[in-house]
Nanobody, 123 residues
């Protein structure tokens, strides 16, 4: 089992920045590729970004490429999502998730999920 706890969400104006964190406990964190997903009101959950186990290779959704950066610190069992130039359409609940597969965008391939953190971007 892997337990994931997100933090760092909040209310920010358009153009601003937020940094989300996801702390992991349980099984060896470095064995998992970590992803971020988001779900806006009335919409399906969608892939945002993923980072590989150790060398830190990354993939992003087109909608966030160039604005968001995913990173991880295996010594701290934590994955981050730095979000810059935020837009109102980035408003959603953001989830981190762990997968044994890389690269993978399908949420069905992620075995462990956090509870989510709300990000609201005002115009």
């Amino acid at each position: 089992q892997v337990q994931l706890v997100e933090s760092g969400g909040g209310l920010v104006q358009a153009g601003g920045s937020l940094r989300l964190s996801c702390a992991a406990s349980g099984r060896t964190f470095s064995n998992y590729a970590m992803g971020w997903f988001r779900q806006a009101p009335g919409k399906e959950r969608e892939f945002v970004a993923q980072i590989s186990w150790s060398v830190g290779s990354t993939v992003y959704a087109d909608s966030v490429k160039g604005r968001f950066t995913i990173s991880r610190d295996n010594a701290k069992n934590t994955v981050y999502l730095q979000m810059n130039s935020l837009k109102p359409e980035d408003t959603a609940v953001y989830y981190c998730a762990a997968s044994t597969m890389w690269p993978i965008r399908s949420e069905q391939r992620y075995a462990y999920w956090g509870q989510g953190t709300q990000v609201t971007v005002s115009s």
